[in-house]
């Protein structure tokens, strides 16, 4: 059997150190899944079956974002159960997850089936692309379970302090994508549809192996499902819908800062594209200290050792401060080099470049408002940091970054995301250090 760390006891640096590690390299292997799916439809098929699949993608994101939002009220539960050594309720809530998400995903996949014109033509997909993009969402919305699911039980997993065990079936997902993409679209001609398959069947099979694997070894105390009660019910739905819209918040934020990017015209926004696709590999170590954290602090908060809580804080933020400096150091260094692995138009390189090296000095502060709102989610005070990504998002970022990029042109963007950076990272340390989230209690009612 795999060893779970049991994280309200031993070596705290330690700890963070070997946990968040394999988080790490999970979610980069994550998201070279989206990057190879992107790689072999541009090069075999063509860019406008590439448009077909981005469309696609931002509504299978959306979902995602669900997904992660029920994820992050798991970790929440089940670390804390953990930590009190609640076998019994371990269980049930185990049973009420995946009653409640197998439900969900069925619900979400006939919908998603049935009005997948309906909401790409909300997006305005031209109709070009419109067949392809149909047929790409149906059959990723009738794998939809397998998605739910080995997310899932990764979650499981990682509450209960096994972060090793879920990198496998990243790894498997990864691995049968890359062979299985050229296979579908190309040698048995299915094309955009035959992208859709091999992401369906890679998700499955990494979702069948981590059932199997899990029950085989009794990693988790997995049973027959049952109708779950009411009350754990209102406390999973409780959690994980004010986190899902938290998600929602990001996106809609992300995509009110594209806004202000592309009145600076083409060059910029593709500079800006650019860049945005190596945050997405920069911010992995933030992210993933943000989850180890999480479950850290989720077993200490379930029993109550809140000495041990400040002190997971203290080194998580220490880690977060030496490894995004880090990071920081080199973009500023190679920043024109990465960029210049997405595009080569020399506006847009210089723009990209400027921006990399400008946001990259602020990482830090977003990394401490990553784990200080890990920490708080670790509570269950989720509507607390869907406050606090508002705040974040609509009342720092995006008006930050309108205000300076009016002032300063196409530099004040990067000017005004990282000083949204600096000053929601005070806003978090501040609702931290006096807000009321230690007095939140989630299994008064279930003694």
């Not at 899944?33 to 075999?44: C, T």
């Not at 049952?226 to 938290?246: C, D, F």
């Not at 998580?316 to 150091?329: R, S």
């Amino acid at each position: 059997m795999k060893k779970q760390h049991d994280f309200t006891q031993g070596n705290i640096v330690r700890q963070l150190i070997v946990f968040s590690g394999p988080i790490m390299l999970a979610n980069l292997l994550q998201t070279s899944y989206q990057f190879i799916d992107s790689l072999w439809v541009g090069n075999l098929l063509g860019a406008n079956a590439l448009g077909a699949v981005a469309v696609s993608s931002t509504i299978i994101f959306t979902v995602l974002s669900f997904v992660i939002g029920l994820n992050n009220a798991a970790l929440t539960i089940l670390s804390q159960q953990k930590g009190r050594d609640n076998k019994e309720g371990l269980t049930r809530y185990l049973n009420a997850f995946v009653v409640i998400l197998t439900t969900i995903s069925i619900l979400l996949g006939l919908i998603g089936y049935f009005f997948a014109e309906g909401f790409l033509h909300l997006l305005g997909t031209p109709e070009s692309m419109m067949d392809e993009a149909i047929s790409y969402l149906r059959i990723n919305f009738l794998g939809i379970l397998f998605l739910f699911g080995y997310n899932f039980i990764s979650t499981v997993l990682r509450a209960l302090g096994d972060s090793k065990t879920p990198m496998h079936f990243v790894t498997l997902a990864v691995l049968l994508n890359i062979v299985l993409d050229p296979l579908f679209i190309s040698t048995f001609n299915w094309k955009v549809e035959g992208a859709a398959l091999a992401t369906v069947v890679s998700q499955g099979s990494a979702f069948l192996y981590g059932i199997i694997y899990v029950l085989s070894k009794k990693l988790a105390p997995f049973t027959m499902p049952t109708l779950p009660a009411w009350k754990e019910v209102r406390l999973i739905l409780n959690l994980g819908i004010p986190s899902g819209l938290q998600m929602a918040v990001i996106s809609a934020g992300s995509a009110a800062i594209m806004s202000v990017v592309t009145t600076f015209g083409a060059g910029v926004v593709a500079g800006f594209s650019a860049a945005q696709r190596l945050d997405s590999l920069l911010l992995l170590p933030a992210h993933a200290l943000s989850t180890a954290v999480g479950s850290m602090a989720g077993q200490n908060i379930g029993v109550k050792n809140w000495s041990r809580v400040s002190s997971i804080v203290k080194y998580g933020v220490l880690y977060n401060l030496t490894i995004m400096g880090l990071v920081a150091i080199l973009v500023v260094f190679l920043a024109q080099y990465g960029v210049q692995l997405f595009i080569r138009e020399e506006e847009a390189v210089q723009f990209g470049t400027m921006y990399l090296q400008i946001i990259a000095l602020c990482y830090p502060f977003l990394g401490i408002n990553f784990v200080l709102n890990g920490i708080v989610r670790a509570a269950g005070a989720m509507y607390q940091v869907l406050a606090l990504n508002i705040i974040s998002f609509w009342v720092l970022r995006f008006p930050l970054t309108a205000l300076f990029a009016n002032l300063f042109g196409e530099m004040g963007i990067a000017i005004g995301m990282g000083s949204s950076f600096i000053v929601s990272s005070c806003i978090a340390f501040l609702y931290f250090r006096f807000g009321k989230w230690r007095e939140k209690e989630l299994f008064v009612k279930n003694r």
